[in-house]
Structure formats: structure tokens, C-alpha cells
């Protein structure tokens, strides 16, 4: 059985500063044998990362669009940001990749109109997504985004997952999936769908040190 955290930053993301050493180490103390590594606009820290990890380690990216962050699971080549949602799913789908919905209700980093009644810009995307994130440790809890995510998950027979969002090597574990092994992007689907949610709610002290990385690589570029 694998104890998965779905959504995890590195130092390549530009707001963390979390070296690849330090995921690792934290992993291991956690029991977390399984993770998604989903920096901003790029796959080399999960490329670099799986040469070392004594662990599953997905190679994942999250894509900033016009309507917010679209997550690919399972890529080879890395994405550009900037591009619209469309073609971010359109290029995932290229490399037979999963979609992923992170954090969809945020109030804060969701998709755009998703809280507008009816959200039926989230309900034009659905047929194109594979997998929701209902639970977030870093959301802000304004407004239940993850009841949100998981009720919109079920109405429209998608997949559900969970993750820390961590971008400092303390929130590792906050929020993972347990499920079965798996070998390939069909065998993790099954897997996913027989998986278990797990965690909780970040003290929201935990985007201090983003927003400061975040500033001091615009500071120091």
C-alpha cells in the first residue's frame, strides 16, 4: 500500500526554496513512499528528483492559465505556462498524461468563476479532467473549498485526490492519498479510485515563506 501526497514544490518552483535532499529526507520520516512533484511551469525538479528518491515519484507540473492552474500527472515534456487552459489539457493529453483540477475552489488560487453560481466554467472543463484535488492542506477554508471540490468530483464521476501543497519540507504528509501499487498511468487510475483521503488544514502562517521566496527571487533575479 502506498501512502501518496499528490502535490508537492521544490526549489525549482519559483515561491519554494525546498531542495530535493530535504523532500527526500522528510518523505522517509513521514512514511510517504509515493509523491507528485508539481512545480510551477516546469518538470526538472521532478525529473532530477526521481533519479535519487528511493521512492514513487510522479513527474507533474502545474500550468498557469488565463483560468488558473491546470496539473498534469504523468508527463514527459514540460508545458508552458501562459497558454490557455485548452491547450494545457490538449498537450497533457499529447504525452498521455492525467488532468488534475488543483485547489479548483480557492477563493484565492482556484479557477477563475468557480464560485459563481452554477461555476459553469469548471462544468465546461469536466469533460476533459481525470481527477480532482479535494483536499488541499494550503486552501484557505473560506467558503468549504474542498466539500466544493469533492461534491463537483462526484457530480461529474471524476477522480478524487488529495495533497499537501507543500512547498517547505515540514508540510510533507499534510494531506495524502492511500492506495494500492501501481505500474502504469491505467493501473494508478484503478488505484486512485480504491484510495483513501488523509489530512488536514495548514496553519496559514505556511505562505509566509512562499510569498518572501517568491519576492526575494524577483528582488535578487
Known amino acids: 500500500m ?3 501526497d499528490l502535490h508537492i514544490h521544490t526549489e525549482y518552483s519559483f515561491d519554494s526554496a525546498m531542495s530535493l535532499e530535504s523532500i527526500i529526507q522528510r518523505c522517509l520520516k513521514a512514511g510517504i513512499n509515493c509523491v507528485a512533484i508539481a512545480d510551477h ?14 521512492f514513487e515519484v510522479i513527474i507533474a507540473e502545474e500550468i498557469l492559465t488565463p483560468l488558473g492552474e491546470i496539473m498534469g500527472l504523468f508527463l514527459t515534456e514540460q508545458i ?10 490538449t498537450r497533457i493529453r499529447a ?6 483540477l488543483p485547489h479548483p475552489f480557492d477563493r484565492f488560487r482556484g479557477i477563475k468563476g468557480a464560485n459563481n453560481n452554477g461555476h459553469q466554467v469548471l462544468k465546461g472543463l469536466a469533460p476533459d479532467i481525470d481527477i480532482v484535488e479535494v483536499l488541499n492542506s494550503r486552501v484557505f477554508p473560506l467558503g468549504n473549498p474542498d466539500k466544493k471540490a469533492r461534491l463537483f468530483a462526484e457530480e461529474h464521476g471524476l477522480l478524487c485526490s488529495a495533497g499537501s501543497d507543500a512547498h517547505t519540507s515540514r508540510e510533507i504528509g499534510h494531506a495524502y492519498v492511500e492506495l494500492p501499487e501501481f505500474r502504469s498511468v491505467e493501473e494508478f487510475r484503478t488505484s486512485l479510485a480504491r484510495g483513501h483521503i488523509f489530512g488536514h488544514h495548514a496553519c496559514p502562517t505556511v505562505h509566509i ?4 521566496e517568491a519576492l526575494r527571487r524577483r528582488l535578487f533575479k
Open 209 to 212: 515563506p512562499t510569498t518572501w
Open 41 to 54: 511551469g516546469t518538470i526538472e525538479g521532478a525529473l532530477e528528483l526521481k533519479k535519487n528518491a528511493p
Open 80 to 89: 508552458p505556462s501562459g497558454i490557455s487552459a485548452k491547450e494545457a489539457i
Open 95 to 100: 504525452q498521455k498524461g492525467l488532468v488534475c
Open 2 to 4: 502506498l501512502k501518496a
